[in-house]
């Protein structure tokens, strides 16, 4: 089976919409890819693109070594399982099945032969003779990636397959699909919204946002390591902390985030203590799960303090609301500002801006129904939105969220002290982009 490879791939409908902008990505033979992101990110088309039903307005596709983009969808070897996977109702789920295989007038013995073989694997064998209406949705489902699977296709694309399902329904179906794509060994493509679905199933995940691809790596890699504030916002829950701070660098080159009324300090040998040095009096973003704190006695060092707001039994764990009077900030928000505020500062966000912006003028020359959602994009860009707006938009006095296992000891309406791991904050720059390095 082929590797994907899209290359500064982009989908620009109606000559206005920007659905999908200049996405590059590799899919190695037999990976599971999920695409995963908020609803209106380009899943769906960047998806459909690499199906063959829609048209790239700009942009390569490659299966393995050979370019697909104008190839029709018929001849690419690929089978696509949508949210609803839609079956024949005077069909039954075997002859539903069967039926990529009579258009294609296989053998009827050996076809006979399929069918079993992927009922057998998706445990589907007991409803072959039964009709569509008759089976539960998660049933109907897995006769639809059976129909999918049963021509062996290169490619496996599927778009939020298990969305219609109930909860346990969703949960089976897709340890199923896991285990299945692993053991057929195809390169998968995988669209969800669900982060449990895109932890569970992906070799790796692809973080969409606004029509890019904003981080990619393994689900280890995007939870533990994301190169984001957007991505460490998307996955997890509850979410992330994300806490307005300025970097303040003493005398002694000692480096502390300065969160208003309280302050933490990185230990010296902090790998991003010796990036900050040089960002004295500059605003960053840090993120603190809410497992990376645990209550204390006050008054030893690194601790933020706040008013315990309220406690929330969640059957495991507890959560704790704490009133800490810092400035958190919105991860949907966060970087989509920079995305039109001008290239000043000649910082790693802005010069990519300006790059894309160079990759835009090209395609625009290139193709010039496209030229006037170019010059669109870079005026938005380019028009700098009042500084207090961005913040009002993006920052909002909030509560801190705690996990802890025991909450015996905490009472609502008090005062408590919360020890910060240091060695687990994700330090952003302003715009949401880490300001040390991330391991891929
Ligand atoms: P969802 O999770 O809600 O399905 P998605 O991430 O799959 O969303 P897409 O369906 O790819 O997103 O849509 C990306 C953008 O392109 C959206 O703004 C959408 O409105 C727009 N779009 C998609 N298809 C078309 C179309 N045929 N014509 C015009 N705009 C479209």
Same mark, same amino acid.
């Given at each position: ?15 206005? @919409? ?17 695409? =995963? ?8 088309? =960047? ?6 039903? +829609? ?7 490659? $299966?393995?070594?050979? +370019? ?11 089978? *696509? ?39 057998? !694997?998706? #445990? ?14 998660? +049933?109907?489902?897995?006769? %639809? ?16 397959? =298990? ?11 897709? @340890? ?8 057929? &060994?195809?390169? /998968? ?5 669900? @982060? ?16 890019? !691809? ?14 984001? %504030?957007?991505?460490? #916002? $998307?996955?997890? /829950? ?36 010796? !990036?900050? /040095? ?6 960053? !973003? ?16 690194? @601790?933020?303090?706040?008013? *315990? ?31 039109? /505020? ?67 000891? =905490? ?9 910060? &791991? ?7 720059? +302003? ?10």
């Amino acid at each position: 089976m082929p590797g994907i490879r899209l290359d500064s791939v982009s989908k620009v409908f109606d000559g206005r @919409q920007l659905a999908v902008d200049r996405v590059s990505l590799d899919i190695s033979p037999g990976e599971c890819m999920v695409l =995963l992101g908020p609803s209106g990110c380009g899943k769906t088309t =960047l998806l459909r693109m690499i199906a063959g039903l +829609e048209e790239p307005t700009e942009g390569t596709l490659w $299966f393995g070594r050979t +370019e697909i983009t104008d190839l029709p969808p018929k001849e690419r070897g690929v089978a *696509l399982v949508f949210q609803n996977g839609a079956l024949y109702p005077h069909r039954t789920a075997r002859e539903n099945i069967r039926f990529p295989l009579r258009m294609a007038a296989e053998d009827h013995e050996e076809s006979h032969a399929k069918v079993t073989g992927v009922a057998n !694997i998706l #445990g589907i064998d007991e409803t072959l003779d039964r009709f569509p209406r008759t089976l539960s949705g998660g +049933e109907r489902q897995r006769v %639809a990636i059976g129909r999918a699977l049963v021509r062996q296709p290169r490619v496996f694309l599927m778009d939020e397959p =298990l969305s219609n399902l109930d909860a346990t329904m969703r949960t089976e179906l897709r @340890q199923e699909i896991g285990a299945m794509v692993r053991d057929l &060994d195809v390169t /998968t493509v995988y669209v969800t919204h669900d @982060q449990v679905e895109a932890l569970t199933l992906a070799d790796r995940i692809a973080i969409m946002r606004g029509g890019r !691809i904003e981080d990619v790596g393994t689900p280890e890699q995007i939870f533990h390591d994301p190169a984001t %504030a957007f991505t460490a #916002g $998307f996955l997890g /829950t509850p979410r992330i902390n994300l806490m307005s701070a300025t970097v303040r660098v003493t005398d002694h080159h000692r480096v502390s985030l300065d969160f208003g009324a309280q302050s933490i300090s990185l230990p010296p040998v902090d790998r991003r203590s010796l !990036i900050l /040095t040089d960002h004295d009096g500059e605003r960053v !973003i840090v993120g603190a799960r809410s497992d990376a704190f645990t209550p204390a006695a006050g008054g030893s060092a690194n @601790q933020l303090s706040g008013a *315990l707001r309220a406690l929330e039994f969640h059957g495991s764990d507890w959560m704790a609301f704490v009133q800490a009077d810092i400035e958190l900030v919105n991860p949907d928000l966060v970087g989509r500002t920079s995305r039109t /505020t001008a290239p000043e500062r000649g910082s790693a966000r802005t010069r990519h801006a300006s790059a894309r912006d160079s990759g835009l003028t090209t395609f625009a020359k290139a193709i010039p129904g496209v030229r006037q959602v170019r010059d669109r994009i870079v005026r938005r860009r380019r028009t700098p939105p009042p500084a207090a707006q961005a913040t009002a938009a993006t920052h909002r006095r909030a509560d801190l969220v705690i996990e802890l296992g025991d909450a015996s000891a =905490l009472q609502p309406g008090t005062k408590v002290h919360l020890t910060v &791991d240091t060695s687990r904050l994700h330090i952003f720059d +302003e715009s949401g982009r880490r300001v040390d390095r991330v391991t891929r």
